[in-house]
């Protein structure tokens, strides 16, 4: 009968896990589609700075790769991912056996989390820190230990003091999303050595792609001497393929043999792991898009200080503006066509977050803002 069965699945809902279904929903950036219907704008009139993708898509190269690994999609996907982790182990110098790919880096905190937390356990991550972090530690029960920022950044000699015999995972994000801060590869190299060696670090690099090349993390050179250190990468930001999913972790072997234990089988897709393929060896497509990011970066600040309006130093591809009654300027951007980002659920209620876009995108936000700001 239709009511028994309702309520006998609000009855399943009510007797899943309290910290199930205590989990505030993640909240992407609001869909462009969606944005044209609510407000009658045409959807090729909106522009949005709101997901920190790569502006430019994939390269050339790489829609290549993908319209030839569509036409044959028949057969399930290579589950070890054997070419691609040869590549990214040709690339980072670790072995196969260090390599985790995942749906998403996401994905790969995600299975850290599946494999490490137990219901109680404790997990360390910054204020301001990336959404995912708190999610995933919920998701398994355990509880998130949020250690205050410092100057928007993580502290990460008070990340390591906050370290009990109860803790299992310690994340980091550097850069950090959203507020763009970065920590020096010496001083994360100096925290790991305070790091127990039962309590895992991820080290979610994300963002790493957009740094100089002087400040990129030689982390995956560290694998060796810290088996309890995940490096996390991505293809979703400077390579353009956040659509297709996919990302890796480098680690350990025996902590990479635990994290495929609970991974799906064929969590990265042929035409993912094809264009990932393809992305790593097109080296100058990806250092074209950090330099300009770079320079759309410089064009947002230089604006944004002509404006007096204040921001958080950025190193990846975005930027967190403090612009004070964040909810109310959101909306004026929006009905101006600009999608960007509310952050109050990371604690920045006066801020918002905007994506580094093409040049003519960049100038579109900045006219859009100082409206809104009535400048
Ligand atoms: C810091 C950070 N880590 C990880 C991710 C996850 O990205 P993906 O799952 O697309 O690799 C993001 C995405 O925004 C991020 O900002």
Redesign the pocket.
């Known amino acids: 009968m239709k009511s028994g069965a309702s309520a006998e699945s609000t009855s399943a809902v009510a007797l899943a896990p309290e910290y199930v279904r205590g989990i505030a929903p993640y909240v992407p950036g609001k869909p462009i589609e969606e944005l044209a219907r609510e407000y009658g704008l045409a959807e090729d009139s909106i522009i949005k700075l709101a997901s ?1 993708e790569n502006p430019r898509g994939p390269s050339p190269k790489v829609r290549q790769a993908i319209a030839a690994t569509a036409a044959d999609i028949t057969r399930y996907p290579d589950g070890n991912g054997f070419a691609l982790k040869e590549a990214l182990a040709a690339r980072y110098r670790v072995r196969h056996e260090e390599i985790v790919l995942g749906n ?3 994905d790969v ?1 995600e299975l850290a989390t599946q494999a490490l937390l137990r219901p109680g356990d404790h997990a360390v991550y910054a204020q301001h820190a ?1 959404a ?1 972090y708190p999610l995933a530690t919920q998701a398994r029960g355990a509880a998130g230990i949020v250690v205050p920022a410092k100057h928007f950044g993580h502290d990460l000699p008070a990340m390591a003091s906050a370290i009990t015999p109860r803790t299992r995972i310690v994340f980091v ?1 550097n850069p ?2 959203p507020t763009g801060t970065w920590i020096p590869s010496s001083e994360v190299k100096a925290f790991l050595t305070r790091v127990p060696r039962e309590v895992v670090v991820v080290l ?1 690099e ?2 790493d792609d957009y740094l100089e090349r002087a400040q990129r993390s030689p982390s995956a050179s560290w694998i060796a001497e810290h088996p309890n250190l995940i490096v996390s990468r ?1 293809f ?1 930001k400077a390579f353009g393929l ?1 659509g297709l ?1 996919v ?1 890796f972790g480098m680690m350990d072997a025996r902590l990479a043999d635990l994290l495929n234990r609970v991974r799906q089988p064929f969590n990265v897709n042929s035409v993912a792991q094809a264009a990932a393929l393809a992305g790593l060896a097109d080296t100058e497509y990806v250092a074209e898009s950090a330099a300009l990011n770079r320079a759309g970066l410089s064009m947002l600040t230089r604006a944004l200080e002509a404006m007096r309006v204040g921001f958080v130093p950025s190193h990846g591809n975005f930027l967190l503006i403090h612009v004070g009654a964040a909810a109310a300027i959101y909306e004026k951007l929006l009905r101006q066509g600009v999608i960007v980002r509310l952050v109050a659920n990371y604690g920045l209620p006066e801020h918002l977050r905007v994506t580094v876009g093409l040049p003519e995108e960049n100038a579109r936000f900045l006219e859009a803002l100082k409206s809104a700001l009535g400048r």
């Open positions: 920190n998403g880096s996401n905190l990336f995912v994000a950090n999303n979610d994300a963002y991505t979703s956040a999913r990302g």
